[in-house]
Structures are given as C-alpha cells and as structure tokens.
DNA sequence: TTCGAGTATGAGACCGCTCCCAGAGATCTT
DNA sequence: AAGATCTCTGGGAGCGGTCTCATACTCGAA
C-alpha cells in the first residue's frame, strides 16, 4: 500500500498533524522537526494522495475543458493545438486538465451541468462561443468560474481573450483591394459564431470603404472544414458573380477552396486569389502557401488557461479582457486582378 | 451548500447507511424505503460527490492520456481524432479522461509517475509507441493497467490494438510496382518509433519481392510534419537517385513532400507519384487527392479505450491484441512510371 | 513573582461517502 | 414454543488528508 501521513508520525513518533504541517512548510513547526519529517517523509517515499487533500480542500485542482465537434471525425488543427497551449499551462500551474468532447447542444450542456454538480473541476475553459452562448449563461447563472476564447453578444462581465478578427479582416480586404480586387466573394463559417460575426464584420467594412470604388461582396456559408470550403467554392464559381478574389474565414476552407478552383483549371494567385484565417501550419505548405491572418492560437490556450487560473486563485487580473491584434501573412495565394 | 447524503438522511429520519445503499440499489434495503430515498435525493437535487466516493473506493474512474509531443506547434491531425475516440468511449463508460501533453523523455516520464503515485488516474492509454518504449516498460514494472495503440518490440504481455502497417505498405507497393514503377524513395519517420518499423518493414519486403525486376529502394529518415515531409523530399530531389515514386509514411509528410515535387514544376501522379498512409481528411482534399493506406484512427481511439477499461473492471477480454488490417485508399496521386 | 505573549506540538473533528458488523423483527422449522 | 433463518436498518469505523483548538513549555516584562 502507499505511504500515507500516518506511517510517517508512527516512524518518528509524531501526530499526524505534526506531519501535515511540516511537508507544508507551516511556520508554527520547529526547523528541526521539519528536518526530520522531511527526511523521513523522504526515506518512505511519501506522495500525498490528491484525492484525500482535494476532498479535505474542497478543490479539485482541476480545469475542464469540453471541445465542441460535429461528428466523429474530429480533425481541427486549431483544437489540438489550443489544448496543448491550455494544457501545458495548466500543469505548470498545478491543474490537471479534464477534456470531453461534445457536439454542441442537449449533451454538451448536460456535460457542464454534471461535472460541476458532481465537482469534477474547478473550472472551465470555453472554446469557440457563440453569439447567444448557453454555455456562457449556465456558468455565469451558477457563478462557476471560467474563462473563454471569443467573445459574446451583450454583456462581457467575465474574462476573456479574443482576437481583433474584424481587423484582421480589415487588413485582408485592403490587401486584396490593394491588388485591385473588387468582386470578392466570401466564405463564412456558422454566423452562430462569433468569431464568424467578427471576422464577417471586418469583410463588410472592408468592402464598404471599396463602395465608391465599385466593390461587390458575396457571403456564402459554409461549415469551417476542407470539404465544406471545396463545396463552398465550387458553389461560388458555378455561380454567375465570378469572384477575383475569394476570403475564406479560416485556413481550412481556403484550403479547400484552393482544391475546387484548381480543379477548374485555375492559377490560385493568377486567376483566382485566395486568404485564408489562422495561420495553422498547414497553410505554409499549401500549394501555393496561403496567405492568411495568424492567429497564435498555441499562445491563446496558455493565455486563456492563465487568465482562468488567476480566478481560481483569487487573484485580481490587472486585464480581465485581452483583445490581441492580428497581423497578414503574405504568402503566394493572391496575386493582382487579372483584367 | 451541496446536498449531502447526511441532509437526505436527516430529512427522511433514516441514516445515511440506509441513503446511500438505497441509491446504489443493494438489494437489501425495502422497496419502500428505496421509494423515500429516491424521492428526497430527487427534491433535494442530490448530487454525489465524486472526490469523497473516489477517495474511498480508492478508485478514480480516470484514464489518463499524455500525448507525446515535440514542440509547442502540435497540430497534428492524427492526436484529436484519437483523443476524440478515446474521450467518447471513456465518457460512455463513465470514465474522466486527463489529457496533458509532454515532449518524449524525462518530462514525459515523470508525468507518469506524478499521475500515478499521486493517485490521479487508474490506467493509461499509450500512444505512437517506440522501439523499447520507457513508458511502457515502466508501467509494466509497476503492474499498473494500461493499453496501448501500436506494439513493442520484445514481449507482448499488454493489451494493444494496432494496424497492419506492414501489410498496409505492403500493399502500397504492390500498387506502385504494378504502374511500373522501380525506383522508389521512402520518406521514415525516425525508426524509434515502431509504427515506422512496421511500415519500412512492409516497404522493404515489397521491393524485395522487386529485386528480379530491377527494383531499388532508397530511404531517408524525416520527422513527420508537413515540413519534414517537404524539406526531405527536397533532399531527395536533389539526389541523383531521382526515384518515379515517393512513398512517404504518413500523410502529412505526404503533403509536404508533394508541395516540394510541384514547386519544382513536376506534376503529381504523372512525374512523380506519392503515396501517404493514415487517410487523415485532409488526405481528400489535397491537389492532387491523395493515395493512402486507411487508418480508422477514431475507432482505434475508441477500441483502444475499451480495452483498458475492461482491465480495469477486471473483466476478462477476449481478445487483448487486435490488429486491423489495413485498406488501400486510391486517389489521384500515382499514376504509371514516365518512360 | 506572576502574568502575558510566543512557540511547538498534540488531540480530534471533519470533508462525504462506503462498507463491515451488529441487531431488531418477522417468518420458518421441528 | 423455541431456536434458526431471513429481511431490513442502524452504528460507526475508515479512506487520507487539513484545520481548529487546546496545551505545554519558554521567556521577557511589569
């Protein structure tokens, strides 16, 4: 069996208490007895069972974070790197990361609702929201702390990192329009989402300064994976508004996108131009490499991650709310309207 | 405050022996008293508290899953479908699953232990195994339960579930030879791992089977990214071996690897062929559509969960090893040897 | 000298749950 | 009718920690 406190004391013929106070470097224990429990502690090869001191505490050192996926075939680069950032920092801040995942909807809330009542965790990590975010009115009608990537519609009372998606947006259609692009079609993710509601928002000011200068904008939606970009595009070019330029909300579809216009014959860059939003490391190697928004999405976990943790602590975050600006990543996708 | 079993007893006029026996259905409590019980647990909103029930079953219904992963910049597609798998399974089976991430090596290891010793998880799932896997042989050494996706060499005493990737190369050869191609490059991922063991394996005994025909096989060791795939395709380029066809042993240096052939204005699948394995979704969507071998990683997640929690329910597996042969995936990226 | 403050340790409750064991009735056996 | 058996419930220990409170001792100040 293990070494639990109780093995200690009977060896150096101490309490318990004794003990639990010397391993936790209590001033009211002696430098001596300290000294010997440690050694002792030591010498037995003591570890303290975490779920004795998470009962006794009340805590469970524990983040949750649930990923919202449609379907089984779940592949988003974008999450896999998310969770490495949250979870990296979570265990350097002494948290355990509890992940489920869930497609949005009855089971995704059910999952909340359990693992706070049952107190499985102290805390959660909301990742992608949504303009009217059940997720989001749950944990802040149970004042259950939490900490989120994206923002909402309405009242943004608790902490949050998001990025300047509507800039970033911005910097792409003045890019665009830059080359001489005027018929620009895009296509969005769910406007459900709220980064989508951004990053639509950037397109349409964007486009809106290039009025006067006869700028045409097509939205289509689509569903942020490959396929549904390639489906999208192929849409887009069967249809009679002819793009010169297409803005997909994030790298995988531009990916995909990229796929339907070459499959009709056409020069991605040359005939056709193509960005992108994100940055995932895909889009480097894309043929041609994709002009994009970065997005250092690795860095947002380990933000998002910190933010939650300075609640969990009591501590008071000098910025509750950081809002970081995104930069173009020029790469071979887009090219100057051809005449 | 929670509702605890001692409020439902108090409540009812019953101890909270009776309570809690009543909610776990044994059978020797009345059915009337079962009847009370249910319905004050139900009024009250009662809901256990997993830390004090775990604590004292000295269980804690959690699988712990440490992803090896090189670097900050982990997307690799192959882990969150995988995670998703386990994660479904694990939450149908009434099991947490504890996600971190730990570059190979000493860090790597003492998660392992740290999760073990401080009693956080019952088992552990093992992913992309190695050659002599340290994780492996220590969890063994410590007889704590696990299961594990991919083999070892030496002796398999532990539940595992694995693909034939020997065939699955196999089988991509045979393909390759039978368009006429002779002179094939292999793009390995360092051979520690013994998944590329497998599918150089199944690679060479191929080309052996060549050998009467001229064929020649030259291999050179990447890393597994997009990247790696594109920078050793180049180096291959460059060499005067000058293959008709790139095997490359997963899908994502597959990718890069074609990035590399196009951007020296050679056409995939008529120049050069290539070949990945995996079938990640991107797989489908790559210019050209990639011929791979299919690997149901989501599945194997799945299949690969449900052994370890029939050892750590002490049920009797039927089946401790399982391996799934693969299929071969034609697309459009091979195609006859240019004379 | 005596009291108050400070220091170091012990005793034991408690977190919320499970489970072993005892015991009260009810029913059955001979 | 008396003991044996069965059914149902209660008492209470214990999982492995933490924390409050009490206590013993030392020491300097009034």
Avoid: W
Avoid at 40 to 53: F, H, K, Q, S, V
Avoid at 139 to 164: C, T
Wanted: hydrophobic content about 40%; some cysteine.
């Amino acid at each position: 069996m293990a070494v639990t406190l109780k093995d200690i004391a009977k060896k150096i013929g101490k309490t318990t208490t004794t003990v639990s106070r010397a391993l936790n470097d209590y001033d009211d224990i002696g430098p001596e007895t300290k000294e010997l429990v440690r050694n002792a502690a030591d010498e037995l090869g003591y570890i303290p069972n975490t779920l004795a001191r998470r009962l006794q505490k009340r805590r469970t050192d524990t983040i949750g974070l649930i990923l919202p996926t449609f379907g089984p075939r779940f592949s988003d680069p974008f999450f896999s790197e998310f969770l490495a950032g949250v979870g990296n920092k979570a265990a350097a801040g002494g948290y355990d990361l509890l992940v489920s995942t869930r497609p949005p909807g009855e089971q995704e809330m059910q999952a909340y609702q359990s693992n706070i009542l049952s107190h499985r965790v102290d805390g959660f990590i909301i990742v992608r929201t949504r303009a009217d975010d059940p997720r989001i009115n749950y944990l802040r009608k149970m004042n259950f702390p939490f900490a989120s990537f994206g923002r909402v519609e309405g009242v943004l009372d608790f902490p949050y990192i998001d990025e300047d998606s509507a800039n970033g947006m911005l910097r792409v259609i003045e890019y665009l329009s830059g080359l001489g692009h005027r018929r620009i079609a895009c296509i969005s993710p769910p406007l459900e989402l709220m980064f989508a509601r951004h990053r639509i928002k950037g397109v349409k000011e964007g486009m809106d300064r290039l009025r006067s200068q006869g700028g045409e904008l097509l939205i289509v939606e689509s569903d942020l994976t490959q396929r549904g970009g390639y489906q999208t595009a192929n849409i887009l070019l069967d249809n009679s508004f002819s793009p010169t330029a297409i803005v997909a909300c994030n790298d995988l579809m531009a990916i995909g996108a990229m796929s339907a216009v070459q499959e009709r014959g056409f020069v991605v860059g040359k005939d056709i131009s193509i960005t992108g939003f994100d940055n995932i490391p895909m889009a480097e190697h894309s043929h041609p490499p994709l002009t994009t928004v970065n997005q250092p999405i690795y860095q947002i976990g380990t933000m998002a991650c910190e933010l939650l943790i300075q609640v969990l602590r009591g501590e008071v975050a000098e910025k509750q709310e950081i809002i970081l600006q995104p930069s173009l990543i020029v790469r071979q996708s887009c090219g100057p309207t051809p005449e």
